[in-house]
């Protein structure tokens, strides 16, 4: 019986090995050999960042051709060309990523309720979105921490996470457990052409300025006294800080949160501050480029628009060659804003200094004289952008506005120096309420005219110049006189223009300051014995180059005068050609100028390596309402900085000598120590309690240490 048993059991048992023999013979697979070497060299993380299952899957995927060698995102170019170097092939540049944390909220979050449940955190977004009143902020359980396969996540002191570049492999498992989107994976170049989105963690400050400057980074830097990466942190926005830091007009400084306590951060005092220490140093922080393309792009125009798309396209490793009709570049800058605002060598400074990156400059070259569309083209231009500025004075619209002695503002500013060296004694008039125009009034005074009156249709407050701009040419004498509407110009039998008749004119809504503005019957005033009249009213593009001598007549035209162009892509209706600066927008300032510049050279960029200009999704246009705190309590006030001027007498004397100077170090750190780091909704309440022992630092009405002292 036993022995029967043995035998049936081994004859199955046979039997299924033989069956088994033959299958394995039938239904087997040859692997190839490639798939375990491209497996070796792969770093064994399994870590799913390049979308396989695992290394093995990964490896299968690049021996059957459905992956190139760059697929490993951890293994980064070394184990790129290790698995090109298995299968025979050319590896790719392929861009590193790292994980990024977009909130600075942390501890100072305001909080809704204590959650104490399980410690991650997707089980607390799964109540309300967690305990944050801030719906895109990190929760702070150190959900990422756990899931990073590399150890390159680790939580801070201020319940933060904190990530190690040097470890990070980009695997992306850090972001896919956080359910708030405060961790984020980018690259070099999606952070240098980043568009501020409505779900990134933005202050005040940083949704109203034009270029998306990263405040509250660049002036925590200063508090600790990194100014080079101050400085870095500045120029991935903004190529020409030394430039706007002298004349922006800082609308961030407006809507600064530190303005409910006391007074908003010097915000651009401490850009120039930045920008003029690496300028005094006489070395220039190296600036990083991305890989070479050896793609050619072409930019019309040297002005702060074209420099700035010049700048961000250079950096992305791409060959821009800018095309200016004058000697140098630098624009509007260079040639109209007067040296006592805009000193020649800050100039000088910052466009070598973006020339020195390998941007190419051709002067003397003007669009339809020297060259056309289809020349770039059969130069291997791969696209084109227009950014040629305003510079025509539109003429005014009164009787008398031919007269001999009217002269454009521009023209004016340009012909300073060469044509125009001397007013002494003279009466000038000068009509419009612009920056150029104040430019005018205070270079007029300076050359020594009796006279300088400045006609302006608004209230100080409504002017289209700088508040500073106005102040200053009060200061040097000019006559500002408001709310006045000129009606015309008297000439003498010569054709001169001797007085000017105007009239003081209200808002429709006067209490409100709104509405249109209407001339008042019989308040007529005539200024006698005139000698020059300047008209500043606006500037608009002068369209003549973009017609048939270029190759360019088939571009939109808006009803304002300048060509028509995407708000958010620069593009035009020819799919190669992109417009920025003051040729789309019409008269406008230096930083939307440089922020159309960036704009273009991201379009460009996904133009030129993609064939498609992807829109930003949910760009942030205006300020998120969420953001606007009515009320808040910090604990200390620190008097705001004041940047120190030139005397007036001074001012009269030295025409170039610059008004505005620059702070001291000791200055700028005290002056970013008032920054309250701000976030969408959070702030830092006790900031400045570093200066508690400076007898310039007093505790702010209503803190508790101010309550205890009463």
Sequence with gaps: MVTTSVLVVFGLSLAAA????????????????????????????????????????????????????????????DVAEAIAKVMGLAVAYKEPKVASLICSGGDRARQMFAYEGVRDCRAEAMLYGGEKTCGMGCIGMGSCVRACP????????????????????????????????????????????????????????MQKCPVQLDVRTFIQQIKSGDYRAALLTLKNRNPLPAIVGRVCPHPCEDICRRK????????????????????????????HCGPDTGIKIAIVGGGPSGLSCAYFLRRLGHHPVIFESRAEAGGLLRYAVPEFRLPRHVVDWEVQGILDLGVELRTYMTLGREFTLQDLEDQDFKAVFLATGAWTTPLLDIPGADARNIQGGVEFLTGIGSLWSSLRNQSVVIIGDTNTALDCARAVARMGARR??????????????????????KEIGAEVLFQTLPVSIVTDGSGRGTKVWFQRCRYKDQEKAAGDIIPLPDTDEIIEDVDLIIAATDRKPDLAPYGEASGLEGLKRSRSGTLEGDDTTMGTNLPNVFVGGELRRGRSIVMEAVTDG?????????????????????????????????????????????APEIPVDMRRQHFTMEVRRGIQER????????????????????????????????????????????
Aim: some cysteine.
């Design 452 to 473: 300088t009156v400045v006609l302006s249709p608004n209230i100080q407050r409504k002017m289209a110049a700088n508040k500073e701009e106005v102040e200053r040419a």
């Design 260 to 287: 409910l306590v006391d007074e908003g951060v010097a915000i651009n005092t401490l850009e120039r501050f930045v920008s003029d220490w690496e300028m005094h140093s006489g070395q220039r922080v190296p600036i």
């Design 667 to 710: 200055e700028a750190i005290k002056e970013s120590s008032r920054c309250l780091r701000c976030g969408l909704t959070c702030y830092d309440a006790e900031a400045g309690f570093e200066f508690a022992g400076d007898r310039d630092v007093k505790p702010h009405p209503g803190s508790r240490k101010e309550q205890g002292n009463a």
């Design 150 to 205: 590399f150890g390159a996540v680790r939580l801070g002191e201020e319940g933060l996470p904190i990530v190690n570049k040097a470890l990070c492999r980009s695997c992306g498992k850090c972001a896919e457990v956080c359910p708030t989107g405060a961790i984020r994976i980018t690259s070099f170049s999606a952070s240098l052409l980043h568009v501020n989105k409505l779900d990134d963690c933005l202050a005040p400050c």
């Design 18 to 77: 033989l069956l088994l023999a033959a299958a394995s013979k039938i239904f087997s697979v040859k692997e190839d050999p490639r798939v375990a070497e491209v497996e070796g060299v792969m770093p064994g993380a399994n870590c799913g960042g390049c979308g396989y299952p695992g290394c093995s899957a990964a490896a299968a995927a690049v021996v059957a051709g459905e992956a190139p060698p760059e697929v490993c995102v951890a293994g980064g170019m």
């Design 598 to 642: 960036r704009r273009a050279a991201r379009s460009i960029h996904l133009f030129v390596t993609s064939g498609d200009v992807a829109r930003p999704v949910e760009p942030q246009v205006r300020v998120i309402p969420e953001s606007i705190l009515k009320d808040m309590r910090v604990k200390y006030t620190i008097p705001r900085v004041i």
